[in-house]
């Protein structure tokens, strides 16, 4: 397999191992803290005064940017709060759907299926 897709190997000597890579460590593998740290993280900054701030959390190719299949918006019951910060709505969109919080309505499913095709919008309070 090495010969097929390996085209060139340099090979450095140092003190040191390093690994030199354009992937991004971390990953957000279900729903969990991971998006009310980012959630937290976004709040400290100051925004123009508005009726609403909505933040949309989006899954990318890299794979720090990468969540696991969303089977539904019950996968959402080991996020923390959202409450205490200051977004209205939080989306997070998935490979396999997109999901919106709000606040005093909790989760639900805006779009999507998961891996057994079944689509589902049904809403999970906090």
Known sequence: MMRSFLRTL???????????????????????????????????????PADELWLAIQCGTRISETMLDIMGVEDFGSVPSLEPYIFSRVFVLAYTGAYEWQRGSGWRRLT????QGRANTTSYDQ
């Open 10 to 48: 340099y090979l450095r000597k140092g003190p040191y191992a390093e690994w030199y890579s354009n992937l991004a460590a971390g990953y957000v593998a279900r729903p969990n803290q991971t998006i009310a740290a980012i959630v937290a993280e976004k709040s400290s900054k100051n925004f123009r």
């Open 112 to 115: 999507g299926e998961n891996s």
